[in-house]
C-alpha cells in the first residue's frame, strides 16, 4: 500500500499531536523531531513498552512491564556490573556503577574510569572477662588496582591482659589503659585515612578511649571526663552527584557513666561510643565507618574502631574484560555485654563520561 501522510492544513500550525481520551499529548512533533510525553513524576497506570519524558530528573523513561528504566542506563552504559543510574554533574553526562555487594565490573571497550573506594570499618575495644581490641575490618578492591586498607581495630583497658590499638586505612583509638602503650592511637595509611586518638587514664575512674580515626581527619583525644569522638570521613560526589560523607571514625567508650556526654562517631557513619549502658553503635553499612568503643569492664575506657580507608582515584584506564570488585567487610562485634561495635562495610563507585 501507499504511505500515510498526515499533514497540517495551511494556516494551522506546523505541529502533529496525539491525544489520550483526557485530551492530554501523548505524541508531538515540530520541525525538529517528535517530543514525548511528558511529566514531572511516572505515569500512575503504565503499559509495557511506553515511554515518557521525566522533566525533574531530565531522563527519558521506559516501563519493562514491572519497573520503570531509565533509558540512558540501558542504551548508553559502556560497562556491566553493580546498580548502574546516570548522574548529571558540571555539564557532563555520566554512567555510575554503585558497588554495595562484591561483583565484577565489564568494560565493552578501552576507556577511563573515575572511581571511589572504601574499605570495612573497624571495630570499637572491649572487655568480656577478657580485654579485647576491636577487630579490623577488611579490604575493598578493583580488580589490581590499590586496595583501599581496613580499619582498624580499638584498643582495649589493659588490666588483664588488654591490646593496643591496631593500624588500618584509618587507625584504631587508644584505650584509658594503666600502661601507656595502650592509650595511644594507632597510625592510619598515608593516603586513605588518619590516625586514632589517644585514651587518658590520669587516675581514679577517670578513664576514656580514644575515637578511631577518620578519612578526613584524626581521631579526637580523650580529656578529662570525656571520650575522643570518632574522626570525620570524607565527601564525595560521585554516585549521586552531591556529595555523601564516608569513612568517619568510631567514638572512644567508657564504663564509668560520670562523663558529660558519650562520644559520637565521625561524619561519614561512624558509630558512637559507649558509656555504661551497652549503648556503642555499628558503624553504618556502605559507609566504611568505624564501630564505637564498649563501655563494658569496671572502670575501663575502650576506643572506637578506625574507619576503612578511602581511595578516590580520576582517569584510570580500563580495558575489555572483567574487574573483580570486592566490597569488604566491616569488623565484627567483639564482647556479649557492653560490645566493642562492628564496623561498617565499604563501597565502590565507578562513573564514565557518556
Known amino acids: 500500500m501507499a504511505d500515510l501522510l498526515i499533514r497540517p492544513e495551511a494556516g494551522s500550525g506546523n ?118 581490641h576491636g577487630l579490623n575490618g577488611n579490604n575493598s578492591s578493583i580488580g589490581g588496582f590499590t586496595a583501599a586498607v581496613a580499619g582498624g581495630g580499638g584498643a582495649a583497658w589493659d588490666g588483664a591482659g588488654g591490646a593496643v590499638a591496631a593500624t588500618g586505612g584509618s587507625g584504631g583509638g587508644g584505650s584509658g589503659g594503666n600502661a601507656s602503650g595502650h592509650r595511644v592511637g594507632a597510625a592510619g595509611t598515608s593516603g586513605q585515612g588518619h590516625s586514632g586518638g589517644n585514651g587518658i587514664y590520669p587516675g581514679g575512674t577517670d578513664i576514656r578511649g580514644g575515637g578511631g580515626g577518620g578519612a578526613g581527619e584524626a581521631g579526637h583525644n580523650a580529656v578529662s571526663m570525656i571520650n575522643g569522638d570518632g574522626g570525620a570521613g570524607k565527601g564525595n560526589n560521585f554516585r549521586t552527584g552531591s556529595n555523601i560523607m564516608y569513612a568517619g571514625g568510631g567514638g572512644g567508650g567508657s564504663w564509668v557513666q560520670s562523663a558529660t556526654k558519650f562520644a559520637t562517631g565521625g561524619i561519614g557513619g561512624g558509630g558512637n561510643g559507649g558509656l555504661g549502658a551497652g549503648t556503642s553503635t555499628t558503624g553504618a553499612q556502605n559507609t566504611g565507618g568505624g564501630g564505637g568503643g564498649g563501655d563494658s569492664g569496671p572502670g575501663a575506657g575502650h576506643g572506637g574502631g578506625g574507619a576503612g580507608g578511602m581511595i578516590e582515584v580520576k582517569g584510570q584506564a580500563v580495558t575489555a574484560q572483567a574487574y573483580t570488585v570486592t566490597i569488604g567487610a566491616g569488623a565484627a562485634s567483639v564482647g556479649t555485654a557492653g560490645n566493642g561495635a562492628g564496623g561498617g562495610s565499604g563501597i565502590a563507585v565507578i562513573r564514565y563520561t557518556i
Open 15 to 132: 505541529k502533529l499531536i496525539l491525544q489520550d481520551q483526557a485530551g492530554g499529548a501523548v505524541l508531538t512533533t515540530n520541525d525538529t523531531g517528535i517530543i514525548l510525553h511528558t511529566e514531572s513524576s511516572a505515569p500512575a497506570t503504565p503499559a509495557e513498552g511506553q515511554f515518557y519524558y521525566n522533566s525533574t530528573t531530565k531522563l527519558t523513561y521506559v516501563y519493562n512491564g514491572a519497573v520503570w528504566k531509565e533509558l540512558h542506563s540501558e542504551g548508553l552504559a559502556k560497562a556491566t556490573g553493580g546498580q548502574i543510574t546516570i548522574v548529571k554533574l558540571d555539564n557532563l553526562t555520566y554512567a555510575v556503577h554503585t558497588f554495595t555487594t562484591s561483583g565484577t565490573f565489564t568494560p565493552n571497550a578501552s576507556f577511563n574510569i573515575d572511581y571511589l573506594l572504601v574499605a570495612g570499618g573497624g571495630g570499637g575495644g572491649c572487655y568480656d572477662g577478657t580485654y579485647y
